[in-house]
């Protein structure tokens, strides 16, 4: 009997990612497949709760809302700040991207939207905030995890270093 997708699984997948609109956002086609640690917080929930209590070999195509995604856009994280902040760097142009310490000390991303004159409009959001998500899975292994793996909230799938 196959082993079933649950908590402290090591799940391996190949995997599929498009937005409504088609178009590819990810995939591991051509590439080693996926490994997770189920439980753990490592992939979008919305995708962790759908492959719960699947087995090896299965396949299926999940959609997954923004809220168990990404998030939706918070329109609080678009903001217009003076070009100065962007103290020691040269050029700032639409479409750079800058990793910022947030207020509660974990790293976030800084897309710049818009550059005109010393006003440079910025967004903090998730770049798939706002985005149902579309996956076409195939389960390529389920295992239990081993306690250095649960130790470190993380499979060690594919040479993983410290």
């Known amino acids: 009997m196959s082993l079933l997708i649950g908590e402290n699984s090591v799940?391996?997948?190949?995997?599929?990612?498009?937005d409504d609109a088609g178009k590819v956002l990810d995939s591991s086609e051509g590439d080693e497949p996926m490994s997770y640690l189920h439980?753990?917080?490592?992939?979008?929930?919305g995708l962790e709760k759908a492959l719960t209590g699947k087995a090896e070999g299965a396949s299926l195509k999940v959609r997954v809302e923004p809220a168990e995604a990404y998030g939706e856009v918070i329109p609080d994280g678009?903001?217009?700040i003076e070009r100065a902040a962007f103290e020691g760097?040269?050029?700032v142009e639409e479409g750079m991207t800058f990793e910022a310490q947030?207020?509660?000390g974990t790293s976030q991303t800084i897309l710049v939207k818009k550059v005109e004159g010393d006003n440079v409009t910025i967004d903090i959001n998730h770049p798939l905030a706002g985005?149902?998500?579309?996956f076409d899975i195939q389960i390529v292994g389920v295992r239990e995890a081993t306690q250095e793996e649960l130790d470190h909230g993380h499979t060690h799938e594919g040479g993983h270093a410290h």
């Open 11 to 18: 799940v391996t997948v190949h995997y599929k990612l498009t």
């Open 39 to 45: 439980g753990a917080g490592n992939i979008v929930v």
């Open 78 to 80: 678009i903001k217009t």
């Open 89 to 91: 760097v040269d050029v």
């Open 102 to 104: 947030s207020p509660d």
């Open 131 to 134: 985005v149902a998500l579309n």
